[in-house]
């Protein structure tokens, strides 16, 4: 386990990025979520996040092609999305497994293979 000054060098060093790309990304994007449409402005701009689309908080590109402005509930949203798919972190093992899909048979439903056809 690292020690204590090290974890705080680091959400130091993470919180320093963060604010690069979050001052850019409003520099560059309108002040609107970009999944449900809310406008921010003044105090509310802080319920206003950063998403990164391919979920690397290391790249950062200066155009932000990998940036999406979203409120906090559409970017909670996107990482729950995100974890159901089989990524990230989650206590499910069947969502850590990829196991989890809500179609998981279907195409064998509607395969033709005439069992049920009479």
Known sequence: MKNRDELDRIHQQMAEREKGYRA???K????VCGSCGREFSGGKLKELTVHHKDHNHQ???PDGNNWELLCIYCH??????????GFGSSDNQSVKLGG???FEG???LF???GEDEK
């Open 76 to 85: 909670d949203h996107e990482h729950e999305k995100h974890k159901m798919r």
């Open 106 to 108: 279907l195409d064998a």
């Open 28 to 31: 560059l994007f309108p002040h």
């Open 24 to 26: 850019m990304a409003l």
């Open 59 to 61: 790249n950062n590109p």
């Open 111 to 113: 395969s033709g293979n």
């Open 100 to 102: 989890f899909s809500a």
